[in-house]
């Protein structure tokens, strides 16, 4: 990840969407090309008062995103490029162009290659991610874990009547950034640059990842095993040499194991993710998510499509080491209005089973032209347990709205 704005907001903005769109003019000179582009503005404001007195209960942002491919040799290979950044008003942290993709697609006669950076995607539940190891999170984005950094790799994939085989090469690891002292939905102490590895090798350390899925029926299976750097940071408490407290990322080895199964059935679908982890620290746990989904067509005589989702999270590793979801009910509808506009609507509620937390979502998004769409997002904490890993969060509840220009 590149950071290499410091300032504020419109100083810089300028350079961001100068940066973008040569960018794209450039790949669209391309023959064979596709490209994509849009730059958005972000308002983010937080309902209560921040618990920190350096953090701030609004900020603005300028967003961008660019995609671009190119197909040759009769459509036998392809170039792919995806980059994407943001300009934050208060928190330099937060300030951050990412290249997401870029990679070369080969066809074989037996086998498919890639190379390059690449995000991959395995998981099928709706609330929780818990099979994706591949990629990191971008925490700078979003706290629900949607946002990937693109992760360099080698790629073989084998598709055969039994099954398709995916065979990764990672060779190297990148670290999991987080936000600034002045911005919210943070950990309540600052967390230093510098991470602790496992491995000597630290970043340089090669992962080693493979992958068979297949369908059985009505059933679309993934089964994934991997070896290397753990993705997920745990955070040690350190006292810094100015005397304050901080937090420390240290990522570990760890073994994975991983099976993924959905399975559609007329307006049906049933999902399920579990993992099985282990390394020299806490031994080996396991992380499930499961549950259904079912779609009601043609809302009240419209046009509308209506599915509810429910869900349930469960890991087995307690105290220091819990995560989020280690208990909670999932509970949510997709409303897709199937209009001119493009209209759809994402709810989710979880409820801790174990400690009473309870967290709101909801996504919407409209296109107000053919080249502009506002975006429209809910996060909402209640009823926190000073016991739970989501505490710090008690007093985040935001709203944002996002508008975006295509081109």
């Not at 459509?75 to 300009?87: C, H, I, P």
């Not at 330099?92 to 190379?115: C, G, K, M, P, V």
Request: no cysteine; aromatic share 12%; net charge negative.
């Amino acid at each position: 990840m590149i950071k290499p704005f410091k300032g504020r907001l419109m100083p810089v903005s300028f350079l961001f969407v100068s940066s973008l769109l040569v960018s794209a003019t450039v790949f669209s000179a391309s023959a064979n090309a596709d490209v994509k582009a849009n730059i958005g503005f972000e308002q983010r404001n937080f309902i209560s008062d921040a618990l920190l007195a350096e953090q701030t209960d609004s900020s603005s942002s300028l967003t961008g995103l660019i995609e671009a491919y190119r197909d040759f040799d009769n459509n036998a290979q392809r170039l792919v490029f995806s980059a994407s950044g943001r300009v934050d008003e208060n928190d330099s942290e937060r300030n951050h162009i990412d290249l997401a993709e870029l990679y070369w697609w080969r066809q074989f006669e037996q086998f498919e290659l890639y190379t390059g950076v690449r995000k991959v995607t395995w998981g099928v539940t709706e609330s929780v991610h818990l099979v994706d190891v591949i990629n990191q999170t971008n925490a700078l984005e979003n706290i629900d874990g949607e946002d990937k950094l693109g992760q360099p790799m080698i790629e073989l994939i084998a598709v055969r009547d039994w099954g398709t085989v995916e065979a990764y090469v990672l060779p190297y690891f990148r670290e999991r950034q987080t936000p600034g002292l002045s911005s919210r939905l943070r950990p309540p102490l600052p967390v230093l640059e510098m991470a602790l590895y496992e491995s000597e090798r630290k970043q340089n350390h090669v992962d080693f990842a493979m992958r068979w899925s297949h369908y059985l029926g009505a059933f679309d299976v993934g089964l994934s095993h991997f070896v290397g750097t753990d993705r997920e940071p745990r955070f040690i408490p350190v006292v810094e040499e100015q005397g304050g407290a901080a937090l420390q990322p240290f990522y570990a080895q760890i073994r994975q194991t991983g099976l993924a199964v959905q399975a559609t059935v007329e307006a049906w679908l049933w999902k399920l993710e579990v993992v099985s982890k282990s390394d020299n620290f806490i031994g080996r746990h396991t992380s499930a998510a499961g549950g259904l989904e079912y779609t009601f067509y043609s809302i009240a005589g419209t046009n509308g499509d209506l599915g509810v989702i429910a869900e349930y999270q469960f890991d087995d590793r307690r105290a220091q080491y819990a995560p989020i979801s280690q208990n909670d009910a999932v509970f949510g509808g997709r409303w897709a209005f199937n209009d001119l506009d493009n209209t759809q609507i994402l709810a989710l509620f979880s409820q801790d089973v174990e400690y009473g937390n309870r967290f709101f979502s909801l996504e919407a998004s409209r296109r107000l032209t053919d080249s502009w769409t506002l975006e429209a997002e809910l996060r909402a904490f209640a009823n926190a347990d000073v016991r739970s890993p989501d505490y710090s969060f008690r007093n985040e509840d935001y709203i944002q709205l996002a508008l975006r220009r295509y081109f």
